[in-house]
């Protein structure tokens, strides 16, 4: 599982940071990569995107499921005798 989290996390940065790209400079990391102009797609572009995409939807899954964990276990305290 560490490697599918690791994976998520990767995919949904590069997601972010090319958001962020389109945001600030209309430059589009993913299309300039596959040599096409801003706003293009082909179908390599399409599955970078799906998988950010779907790394997204993990990424969401993960944390309810996170704290669906945290809610329902409870809370191990250690107790020091003196």
């Keep these: 599982m ?8 990767t995919l949904v940065i590069v997601g972010a940071l090319n958001w962020g790209l389109v945001a600030l400079g209309e430059f589009d990391l993913v ?3 596959f040599g096409l102009d801003f706003g293009e ?3 390599a572009t ?3 995107y799906g998988l950010v995409g779907l790394a997204g939807v993990y990424s969401v899954w993960a944390l309810l499921a996170t704290r669906a964990r945290v ?3 409870p809370r ?3 107790s020091s005798a003196r």
């Design 76 to 78: 191990r305290t250690t």
């Design 46 to 48: 399409r599955v970078i």
């Design 71 to 73: 809610l329902v276990e």
């Design 41 to 43: 797609t082909n179908a």
């Design 31 to 33: 299309a300039e990569l």
């Design 2 to 9: 560490k490697i599918v989290n690791a994976l998520a996390a």
